[in-house]
């Protein structure tokens, strides 16, 4: 029998977005259908679910579920097989093929993919922090980081940061110039969260020449000049003497290769920041 209005019940103890996906999926290919999609989430109680149910089988409706509690997946199965209502039970099928291959329980806990997603607000929140404490911008973020770059410049301090950011790490950067101020916060930081970063003189000259370049700028400035580099370097690792801090030389090392260095060294490797 044809049907003018068909009705999508979506059933879920969490958001139930999952089960939304597919559904919406489906409609988009009935331009000519009137199709309505009802979502009844966050289903906690078992008469919460009985009422839900009741609800798709007095629209004779099509029965898409997300649920994850033994008891409730037992109950929707049997309900829509009484009631002849077509059931999609999106999450038992492949958890139980995951049991049977694995022999490890699952967790049925409600919303575990949502709990998830939060790994990616906190990378969100690592890139944000960096961009925010870039370059010294505001000295008070050396004190909340969980690496703090030092180094002069062209030694890769915003790429590493950002770079350190996707990994959910708080990252934090000053630039090294002689006789500048140095933040007083920057004392208060244990050393252990500070990297000092260097580089070899005559790879710099060449690194900020090529800036210079890029810029339509003459080359051959004090920013690039051989004895002037050397002073910064000197200055940057007295500071780094000073402070304790592991010195890392990026003359030779990818991105990569050198955060993978300041994550051994500060010990950050085995901590779950990796989305």
Known sequence: ?????????????????????????????????????????????????????????????????????????????????????FCMDLMSPIMNEIYRRSGEQPSRVA??????????????????????????????????????????????????????ANKNLKVANLPLV????????????????IVGLTNDPIILNKIRQERMKAYGLDPNTSYSNLDKIQEELEFANDLYRQLGCIVINVADLSIEETAAIILKELKLEDRSYYA
């Not at 008469?47 to 037992?74: G, M, N, P, W, Y």
């Not at 002689?178 to 050393?191: N, R, S």
Request: include cysteine; hydrophobic fraction near 40%.
């Open 1 to 85: 029998m044809t049907k003018t209005n068909i009705y999508i019940y979506i059933i879920s103890d969490s958001v139930g977005e999952t089960a939304a996906k597919i559904a919406q999926a489906s409609i988009a290919q009935y331009l000519n259908v009137n199709i309505t999609l009802v979502r009844r989430t966050f289903i906690t109680e078992k008469d919460e679910l009985l009422r839900a149910l009741k609800d798709a089988d007095d629209h004779d409706a099509i029965v898409i579920h997300t649920l994850t509690s033994d008891q409730f997946v037992h109950i929707a199965n049997e309900y829509c097989g009484e009631h002849n209502l």
């Open 111 to 164: 919303g575990a993919l949502h709990s998830l997603n939060q790994n990616y607000f906190n990378r969100i929140n690592a890139m944000e922090f960096a961009v925010k404490y870039d370059d010294g911008k505001d000295p008070k973020g050396f004190l909340e980081a969980d690496i703090v770059l030092l180094g002069v410049s062209r030694t890769s301090k915003t790429p590493l940061s950002l770079f350190l």
């Open 178 to 193: 002689p006789q500048a101020h140095i933040p007083k916060q920057l004392w208060e930081v244990d050393p252990k969260k």
